[in-house]
């Protein structure tokens, strides 16, 4: 079975400061990775994906990700903060095609001033 | 193009009563997902539709929840009776057919509260 586990369910950052929010997942076949994120009254957007090729991803807003398979890694990075990234973030794993997607518990990210 | 829309987008209901959430999902969509995220914990998924048919509802909690989906079109999700524990909030995804349908696309959601 596989699952997704979030390290940290509330992540405080500075404002202009490296944004890292962890997700290690657990499948027994090559999964494929997403990041969602949820502001405020809204729905979950997609920010990123994995499905195959390059290990290295990168999304909207500036985020990106890096898929590494010996950790079983997806862990999200931005190098600058903005008080508008303040969000939860959902990392989530399928096997793919038309599959259910797994979800962590999500990460709420605060952006300090 | 018009994205997921569900309705309502919130329902307060008392525990026994029947309560249906609406999804229209993008059109042409043939995949239609129902989730749930129930306080503090993960996103859970309830039940995968392609077209009109179930593809899978491992996920559905018990009996009290029907879900159909209408001519392969919008769907609903019903819970009757609704009891405290369904309190949350309702997503609901669609995904085309074909390569892409790994992308789902999500609905704002509709927040149950079971008083």
């Known amino acids: 079975a596989q699952s997704v586990t979030q390290l940290g369910s509330h992540v405080s950052v500075s404002e202009g400061a490296l944004v890292l929010l962890r997700c290690n997942y657990s499948?027994?076949?090559?999964?494929?990775l997403f990041w969602y994120v949820q502001y405020p009254n809204q729905g979950l957007q997609l920010l990123l994906k994995?499905?195959?090729?390059?290990?290295l991803v990168k999304g909207i807003n500036g985020f990106e990700a890096e898929f590494k398979k010996s950790e079983t890694s997806f862990h999200l990075t931005k190098p600058s903060a903005h008080m508008s990234d303040a969000a939860e973030y959902f990392c989530a794993v399928s096997f793919g095609g038309y599959q259910k997607v797994t979800f962590g518990t999500g990460t709420k990210l605060q952006v300090i001033p | 193009e018009a994205g997921v829309t569900q309705f309502p987008s919130h329902s307060v209901i008392e525990k026994g009563q029947t309560v249906t959430l609406r999804c229209d999902p993008i059109s042409g969509h043939d995949n239609l997902y129902w989730y749930r995220r129930v306080m503090g914990k993960e996103i859970k998924f309830l039940l995968h539709?392609?077209?009109?048919?179930?593809?899978?509802e491992s996920g559905m909690p018990n009996n009290r929840f029907l879900a159909e989906r209408t001519g392969g079109t919008y769907s609903t999700l019903k819970v009757q009776p609704a009891e405290l524990e369904d309190s949350g909030v309702y997503f609901c995804?669609?995904?085309?057919?074909?390569?892409?349908?790994?992308?789902?696309?999500f609905g704002p959601g509709t927040r149950l509260t079971v008083t």
């Open positions: 994995y499905t195959t090729g390059a290990t």
């Open positions: 995804a669609s995904s085309q057919a074909g390569f892409g349908g790994y992308e789902q696309y």
């Open positions: 499948s027994s076949v090559p999964p494929y």
């Open positions: 539709f392609v077209k009109e048919s179930k593809q899978d």
